[in-house]
């Protein structure tokens, strides 16, 4: 949700955005997902919904005010996915949000979605991340630690050793 400058923030806004995105995932998890997907092109689901309802209305506003279209993005799925990748914040979302996907057995929360909102700001732009186990799992298994070339130790003494002195 991007906000301009006649637009009035109200939390409700940011909690009903949270609600939807669970509801969405709960629901593709739990009746739209079967084994094909969750080991095929299921990061291709993850990033065409995520381009759709996360991105579309920015990119769109962005592209318009430049005089270009969104097809300008690229022809292909191939193309489009690499211009999305390219955002290091929201390559983080999509690919957590496919690792967590890829488990049929994850119970989807509100947690889950704060924990990515905040692991695509940490991961690119810091050197060390400290998260909760299961996030730090998840971030070692996608690769995005190496990626980004950040530190995710497992334990708060572990992170203030890395801290220069």
Not at 140 to 148: E, I, S
Request: proline share 4%; net charge negative.
């Amino acid at each position: 949700m991007l906000l301009t400058a006649t637009d009035v923030f109200g939390p409700e806004k940011a909690q009903q955005t949270i609600r939807d995105n669970l509801e969405f995932d709960k629901d593709l998890a739990q009746h739209k997902l079967d084994d094909h997907w969750r080991h095929g092109r299921l990061r291709d689901v993850i990033l065409a919904r995520h381009l759709f309802y996360e991105l579309n209305e920015m990119l769109y506003r962005q592209m318009h005010d430049r005089g270009r279209q969104l097809q300008d993005l690229g022809q292909s799925m191939n193309e489009r996915r690499a211009f999305v990748l390219r955002m290091p914040s929201q390559r983080v979302v999509i690919e957590l949000r496919t690792s967590s996907h890829r488990d049929a057995g994850h119970q989807w929360t509100t947690n889950d979605l704060h924990d990515i909102a905040a692991m695509s700001l940490a991961l690119p732009y810091c050197d060390v991340t400290l998260a909760d186990a299961a996030t730090r799992s998840q971030a070692l298994r996608t690769g995005l630690h190496r990626l980004f070339e950040v530190a995710l130790p497992r334990t708060p003494d572990e992170a203030a050793d890395l801290v220069p002195t």
